[in-house]
């Protein structure tokens, strides 16, 4: 059987396609496209970012068809739970399977996409954030117990609140003060970090394009990192634009998805974090495909 998962999140849309064969789930197609949604005006998604919504899902359900996808499923995450449910109601039109999935569910879900995954089984107890757009998740297990928090800060929330001029330079220096309520008790451990801004930071390390057979188990330092954030907080959006390695689409938010990163590393004394391509759609695939007869 194969399945297709639409991951609709408040910056980008995602298309993951896997089979089942003897027992073994493969992983054949996985991309990317970012939309925009979380960018709202008085609270509504704005129609050209909505119009490309439905042209980017209209092209994911073309790509299914075309691989002989028997089932799709699509889960909408930050901005969904936030905005009028209509609007996820109209894009998940067609759809076999959908889900507005909370902030426990995503986190628990993108954290399976660490530990079910061969290349991370070496890591004991890892800490796995998941930098989005409208928020972040952290997700662990403590003391037998699976620990989550959700925060609605991700990197295009604190763009829109706090970014009004490039460079960036001091504008997200006000940021730390409402960060440490959610990260000063934050767990210890080694760190995972799945989705688009940890891959594109990893990309741009590289200085290549995206390429997840290089980046997928990268570990990338904290000094690196905190390098990197200060040099792209000098440069104008043009110059961030032309980076090698940034998805394009993404250099307004790049600077404070750096920033959440960097400053989750701070407060959790972690030399750096490793990359993982993954994210909760390749849980939610998995558990189809286990579930199909």
Excluded at 61 to 72: A, F, M, N
Excluded at 110 to 121: A, G, K, P, Q
Excluded at 245 to 268: D, N, P, Q, T, W
Excluded at 285 to 292: R, S
Aim: aromatic share 8%.
């Amino acid at each position: 059987m194969k399945v297709g998962v639409v991951d609709a999140g408040t910056n980008s849309f995602l298309l993951l396609m896997a089979e089942k064969e003897n027992s073994r789930i493969n992983y054949f197609f996985d991309t990317s496209t970012i939309v925009g949604l979380g960018h709202l005006v008085n609270g509504k998604i704005r129609e050209e970012n909505l119009k490309k919504a439905f042209e980017v899902i209209q092209k994911y359900k073309t790509l299914c068809q075309s691989h002989g996808i028997e089932k799709i499923a699509i889960t909408g995450t930050e901005i969904f739970r936030k905005i009028d449910k209509t609007y996820f109601q109209k894009i998940s039109e067609g759809f076999d399977e959908i889900r507005i999935l909370t902030g426990e569910e995503e986190s628990w879900l993108s954290y399976r996409s660490v530990v079910e995954d061969d290349n991370f089984s070496n890591l004991k107890n890892p800490l796995v954030i998941d930098i989005g757009g409208g928020s972040f998740e952290i997700a662990k297990y403590t003391e037998s117990k699976f620990r989550f928090e959700s925060i609605p800060m991700g990197a295009v929330v604190l763009t829109d609140r706090f970014v009004k001029a490039y460079p960036v330079a001091h504008q997200l220096d006000d940021v730390d003060d409402q960060l440490k309520v959610y990260l000063s008790s934050i767990p210890s451990g080694p760190i995972v970090s799945v989705g688009g801004t940890g891959t594109t930071v990893a990309s741009i390390i590289e200085g290549r394009s995206f390429d997840p057979t290089v980046i997928h188990g990268k570990f990338l330092k904290i000094e690196d990192l905190t390098e990197l954030v200060e040099k792209m907080k000098k440069m104008s959006l043009e110059k961030l634009s032309k980076i090698n390695g940034m998805e394009k689409g993404r250099e307004k938010i790049i600077i404070a998805g750096l920033f959440l990163i960097v400053e989750i590393l701070k407060y959790s004394h972690a030399s750096g974090l490793y990359i993982s391509v993954r994210g909760h759609r390749y849980a939610v695939a998995k558990d189809m495909l286990d579930g199909a007869k």
